[in-house]
């Protein structure tokens, strides 16, 4: 306010100059308009300037107005080009043009819609042998593997191949957290697509169902692990030998192990030198168990093997939370265990222990012999192959 009036007060006190030089000054011949202004331009030009600077900030907004007109103006030029793109880049995500949506109906169970790809964007995705009518060779799954958007492949499932060699090109997968195999003949799993860092650094789980490893456990799965691979499971499947003596050097990392109806005849004394913590080892056809597993070790399966004694160490086991022996032939648990077992869950359903025992007692109630509780193995198989049964049309 005080900076109007002190403009105002400048601009009269002016006027009142202009009239005494104006008053002062004698007529004489007319002079040119463009002359006079020159005799007044430079005090009054000073006396404006001074104005300018002391004017309040409300006698800019019609230049704020200007420019907030302008901005205005570029919002709305620019709103439909912005809008242009996002049509032509969900168009493009979509599949509708390009065909990645005919090539994901291929088995993908999770489509993804990712901007800018032309792959198959999918999350959970299934290769599937027989319906693509491929073998599995080297060039059919550099092809499968290359037409898939690694960025957003989170589970991977190879199903029905009677050849399968497992190329490089799935190092391409760095998102991926889940692998299985399904009913497949690996023939080649070289080192140079081995499971390892920094190619898998969320890898933490595969599973191996009704699979056949024709050379044993293959380089791809044995060799530089990754240290987040903590699950490893075989399930009916041909394993082509006997685990290596060095597994625990090769898979330091791995906590869960199951090994079910995989035919094995011994007990793999290497898994006692593992830190496992979860160990199923139901459906095979072990008759003798080592002194002593893993202190590591907290869930034991062994159902349905033909296990007459369980070892006295078992009492032992500090850790020890759950200890399944169904459809054994064990007729005695160990004086040690049995001390201990105020915080173990037994289960002996279909033992000789349970069989000698009336329904209703102390002891059988201990052993929860009027239950099956996951007596064929805890993988569930039995929903994993009505999941991945070839559908004939």
Partial sequence: MLSGLRSVKLLIQHDMEMVRILSSTKIGPAMPMANFENVIVPERESIIMQSAKASPPWYRVNDLTICGKRVTRLIVTLMPVCGVFVLLTSITSSGIFFGSDVTCADGCKLRMHPW?????????MEINCFERGITGRATDMHSVFQSLDARVLNSLIVSHFPELVFTEDSRR???????????????EWPSTSSLSL????VL?????????????????????????????????????GPLPDDLDEKWPSVVMLYVEHCGLQDFPLVLTRMGLTDVSLAGNNISVLPDSLSPSSMYIMLDRNPLDSLPDSFGSLEQLV??????????IFPQS?????????????????????PPDSPEAKFALCAKDELSNGVFPLVMRDRDRAIQLT
């Fill in 337 to 357: 265990l049995i001390a201990g077992s105020t915080d173990i869950k037994f289960r002996a359903r279909g033992t000789p222990y349970c069989h000698n025992l």
């Fill in 116 to 124: 800018f790809t032309r792959q198959c964007a999918c999350s959970v």
């Fill in 322 to 331: 759950c200890l399944t022996v169904q459809y054994t032939n064990i007729s």
């Fill in 173 to 187: 997968f760095n998102r991926l957290m889940t692998l299985e195999l399904y009913n497949s003949t690996v023939v």
């Fill in 204 to 240: 933490t789980t595969i599973f191996f169902l009704r699979s056949h490893l024709m050379k044993g456990l293959p380089d791809g799965i044995a060799t530089n692990l990754s240290p987040e691979i903590i699950d490893i499971e075989f399930i009916a499947t041909e394993l082509g």
């Fill in 198 to 201: 920094p190619y898998f650094p």
